[in-house]
DNA sequence: CTGCCGACTTGTCGATAGGGAG
DNA sequence: CTCCCTATCGACAAGTCGGCAG
């Protein structure tokens, strides 16, 4: 009955959005019985005035602890000389003796933005007398961190308990809320400590002080009727609001960027989950109507119009590449990405013939976080034509894309399709790309090891495709030769358990008694259990191999419909754990409980 | 249309807890 | 029980996208 009800339920949020509202629990007499119904959190209610909650209560984020100034023995010495800072610019000095070991200590635009907002933190005397970083001596603070830090790693068990279960009483204290009928999991209560922003890839703003949050920054969201977070001693909030369209508890603006920055739940409460519910609903109703504006768009390029023919190249690049839209960004605030949209002509080359392959375009970016982006494709004629028009009387600096932006896409792509954007394709290319390699690559007979090792092979399909990639692991190298040693160790333990298999076998023929033969089972089975030990070794290793630039944490997380991975695995057998952690179980907790075996995406 | 702000998702990486081998 | 190693988690940065004012 509840999967019926569960089913039904589903059916009307994919078909209706009009939704009826339901309490938590059911009560239905049917015959004299009264039955009760559980109604998972994913099942409830929702909002339909744009309102994410009527009930918000919590205790407000942890803050950075204060700063502790260094003993008298540890000194900094300025052009030589010892030199006691004020506790505001010492502080400041341990953030970047702290770094000295990283190579961007080293860089000039990281030195330069840390000395400017040093001195700010500096006395008008210290002030006067440092003038020159060169001159700056930091390297005692250095040792002393260094100490510090490998003290930390020796302490006693008991030490390190009681840190944990200090650790334990803030989460229990500060790591929960209550929002409506549930408590939830905060995602980040502690405020970030204050310290130099590092930012990804060549950031002009590296090396800058992110200062300290205090109370006086931070406006605390809850419902009126809940009991507000109070303020630590003699401090006040910035301000409290009560703004239930809003799902954050609690937000201050971040010095280095002037960003907002926010305390939100964990992606296990039910309002995350909803919403990533919401994502792939939107992804599957693109996978509907993809054929109808696949065709639009390849029209679209013989249009007159030179900001159609671009947007429908974009358009075919953000579907076929799964590029991310690419917004603006303000020039020397950040480090110079791009996206789809922002590509500019510098990034792509032209070869009307390569190799054997006719039209191929070469894609050479930086992507988000700095990550470069390498592709070669063959294009289809049509789009090399236009890409050549684009490039005409352009500088390498010059957009590649001058008559298109990602809100003038998305505009055209909310034409299309009711909450299309430009994100949506890489969630549906993702998930849809899952879902097809699951089907070509799992053989209903393999080993549950054998088959996981598909699943990671699919995972990787949309892994490569999404561009995620990862520096191979500092200790990669040693951990392949460690996991082949093994490997060759269980291959001598397997020839060795072969060869007394046959000693055994040849003793029950010479004796024929119950006691050989008795051995010669327990001897089979250690070359079974041998056998499948080291395959398991085997699959390991291969999968390994293969993972080595590819991060796949990143797609699983965000892009690929967990109802899939849930079907996949009733489908085969394999226990969900094998495939989700505990984290991951939780965040998709709603598509665990939802998804039968014969879930389509 | 443009710039800016606000809210929320997506992304990488380093520290570390805790599981398994010896 | 200790040590080593890796999976996991949190920190925090960097995107997307919609809305609004001028």
């Known amino acids: 009955e509840h999967d019926k009800k569960a089913k039904k339920r589903k059916h009307e949020y994919e078909e209706d959005e009009e939704d009826e509202l339901l309490g938590s629990v059911f009560f239905f007499s049917v015959m004299g019985c009264v039955l009760l119904f559980v109604v998972f959190r994913w099942e409830e209610e929702r909002y339909t005035d744009g309102s994410k909650w009527r009930f918000l209560e919590h205790k407000g984020p942890v803050f950075a602890p204060p700063y502790e100034p260094l003993p008298d023995k540890v000194k900094f010495y300025y052009d030589g000389k010892p030199m006691k800072l004020s506790a505001p610019a010492e502080e400041v000095t341990t953030f970047f003796s702290k770094m000295l070991d990283h190579e961007y200590t080293t860089k000039d635009?990281?030195?330069?933005?840390?000395?400017?907002?040093?001195?700010?933190?500096?006395?008008?005397?210290?002030?006067?007398?440092?003038?020159?970083?060169?001159?700056?001596?930091?390297?005692?603070?250095?040792?002393?961190?260094?100490?510090q830090s490998e003290a930390r790693k020796q302490m006693s068990k008991e030490e390190k308990q009681k840190i944990k279960e200090e650790?334990?009483?803030?989460?229990?204290?500060?790591g929960f809320c209550i929002m409506d009928n549930h408590k939830e999991r905060i995602g980040n209560f502690r405020i970030e400590p204050p310290g130099l922003f590092r930012g990804r890839g060549d950031h002009p703003k590296m090396g800058m002080l992110k200062r300290r949050i205090r109370p006086e920054d931070i406006i605390i969201n809850c419902s009126k009727d809940s009991k507000q977070p109070k303020p630590p001693p003699g401090t006040k909030w910035k301000e409290v609001r009560h703004d239930n369209k809003v799902t954050w508890l609690a937000s201050?603006?971040?010095?280095?960027?002037g960003s907002i920055k926010y305390i939100m739940l964990n992606p296990s409460s039910r309002i995350k989950g909803e919403k990533d519910w919401q994502k792939y609903e939107t992804a599957r109703r693109l996978k509907k109507c993809v054929d109808r504006i696949r065709t639009q768009y390849r029209d679209d390029w013989k249009s007159k119009e030179m900001r159609i023919r671009q947007r429908a190249v974009a358009l075919y690049f953000i579907d076929k590449l799964a590029l991310r839209a690419g917004n603006e960004k303000e020039e020397g605030e950040t480090a110079d990405t791009v996206g789809c949209c922002s590509l500019r002509v510098e990034h792509i080359k032209l070869y009307p013939k390569m190799d054997d392959q006719e039209y191929v375009v070469e894609f050479d970016f930086l992507g988000k976080d700095s990550i470069r982006y390498y592709n070669k494709i063959p294009v289809e004629k049509r789009v090399f034509k236009n890409l050549q028009l684009f490039l005409e009387n352009k500088q390498p600096e010059d957009d590649l894309f001058d008559r298109l932006n990602t809100s003038i896409l998305n505009k055209h792509l909310q034409e299309l399709m009711d909450g299309l954007t430009a994100k949506v394709f890489r969630t549906y290319n993702a998930s849809i790309t899952l879902q097809q390699q699951l089907k070509e690559l799992t053989c209903p007979d393999d080993s549950v090891p054998a088959k996981i090792l598909s699943y990671n092979r699919a995972n990787r399909a949309v892994a490569i495709l999404c561009n995620h990639q990862r520096a191979p692991p500092k200790t990669f190298e040693k951990s392949m030769q460690n996991l082949q040693t093994k490997i060759d160790e269980k291959q001598n333990q397997l020839s060795a358990a072969r060869k007394q298999l046959k000693a055994a076998k040849a003793d029950r023929k010479a004796s024929r008694d119950e006691k050989s033969k008795k051995t010669v089972e327990v001897k089979r089975k250690a070359v079974q259990r041998i056998e499948e030990q080291l395959m398991k070794l085997q699959v390991q290793a291969t999968d390994r191999e293969e993972n080595k630039q590819i991060a796949l944490g990143t797609s699983k997380l965000n892009y690929l419909d967990p109802r899939i991975s849930v079907a996949w695995c009733k489908k085969f057998g394999i226990p969900i754990e094998k495939i989700y952690n505990k984290t991951q179980r939780e965040k998709f907790a709603w598509a665990i409980d939802m998804a039968e075996k014969d879930y389509e995406f």
Request: include cysteine.
């Open 109 to 147: 635009i990281f030195r330069k933005n840390f000395f400017k907002d040093w001195r700010k933190e500096m006395t008008s005397e210290e002030k006067s007398k440092i003038t020159d970083l060169n001159k700056c001596n930091f390297s005692e603070m250095s040792e002393y961190f260094k100490t």
């Open 167 to 174: 650790n334990e009483r803030l989460l229990q204290e500060y």
């Open 252 to 257: 201050w603006t971040e010095n280095i960027q």
